[in-house]
């Protein structure tokens, strides 16, 4: 290769690079979502008219964070340090706020019963942060292992950063079982399975034995939900708000969430709501060609 055509075939790598960079979403949201266009009503926070979730499988994007955790010998609370790659850790000011918390831990339950809880930990000075599973979760005995995954925005640059790994418990799992919700669960619909498509998620809920049940926000929005994929096959998860349709507020009300359909294959959609108490609905939704 002469010397114009190292120029030229270096300006050109230079140029797609600038490109891909400036594509790149700027904002936490904006990664999580597309078209991040959020609705303000009573400050409480929904996804736009043209905002959908995507799926994400951290390992496989190699994020420049990795998450190492670790519980204690209860398995009650447990520590975690996101880690760069010279080795250091965030700490507390290096950390933005996203839906009214600095870090999102997500953790599912992958042996004995089948269990999800969305935790926030708190940074302490050296870096490490702390967190304690909820009295509700830990009913039962849950131990056995954990896939965790997290999800913050980088104060500096404002972007999202996602890491994942395994965690395993001190306790042995008891037979497998599903922890009941306080609230029930009374359809889950969905406007396509194919993989690929863009998707509408809508979920009708109630409250016990079909009483009102009035949704109060819970981190900024009226719900939060994960969709997680197979264990082995496709570990990864999408992190969704709902979409303002107009039926969140009524007796028995239905959420609505977007999301860009991932492969083929079963996946758990868990569902973080509010009604006076953190509550947690479970549904799998299975995704073809």
């Not at 690079?17 to 929904?46: I, K, M, W, Y």
């Not at 519980?71 to 010279?86: A, F, I, P």
């Not at 599973?133 to 131990?143: R, V």
């Not at 790994?165 to 079982?177: I, M, N």
Request: aromatic share 8%; net charge negative.
């Amino acid at each position: 290769m002469n010397t114009r055509h190292q120029f030229w075939f270096i300006t050109g790598v230079a140029a797609l690079v600038f490109a891909v960079l400036r594509s790149l979403p700027d904002t936490h949201c904006a990664f999580l979502h597309s078209d991040h266009q959020p609705v303000v009503v009573g400050n409480v926070e929904f996804c736009g008219v043209n905002e959908e979730a995507n799926y994400y499988q951290p390992k496989v994007l190699q994020f420049p964070v990795g998450l190492d955790i670790h519980l204690n010998q209860s398995g009650e609370r447990g520590t975690l340090k996101l880690v760069r790659e010279d080795g250091t850790a965030y700490l507390n000011h290096e950390v933005a706020v996203t839906h009214t918390e600095k870090v999102h831990l997500h953790l599912r339950q992958l042996s004995g019963r089948l269990a999800y809880v969305h935790l926030h930990p708190v940074a302490q000075d050296d870096g490490t942060w702390t967190f304690t599973f909820p009295a509700d979760f830990m009913k039962g005995n849950p131990g056995g292992s954990y896939q965790a995954f997290v999800d913050f925005a980088d104060q500096r640059s404002g972007r999202i950063l996602l890491a994942e790994a395994k965690v395993e418990g001190p306790r042995t799992p008891l037979a497998p079982s599903t922890p009941l919700a306080r609230n029930q669960l009374l359809a889950f619909e969905t406007t396509s399975r194919n993989t690929g498509d863009s998707c509408v998620i809508r979920v009708k809920l109630s409250a016990p034995e079909g009483a009102k049940l009035k949704l109060q926000p819970i981190m900024g929005s009226l719900g939060h939900a994960v969709l997680m994929g197979p264990i082995e096959a496709l570990p990864g998860y999408a992190h969704m708000h709902p979409s303002l349709e107009g039926g969140e507020y009524s007796e028995a009300p239905t959420l609505a969430f977007k999301l860009k359909l991932p492969p083929p294959g079963v996946y758990d959609f868990w569902l973080n709501i509010s009604d006076g108490r953190p509550d947690t609905l479970h549904a799998q939704l299975t995704v073809t060609r």
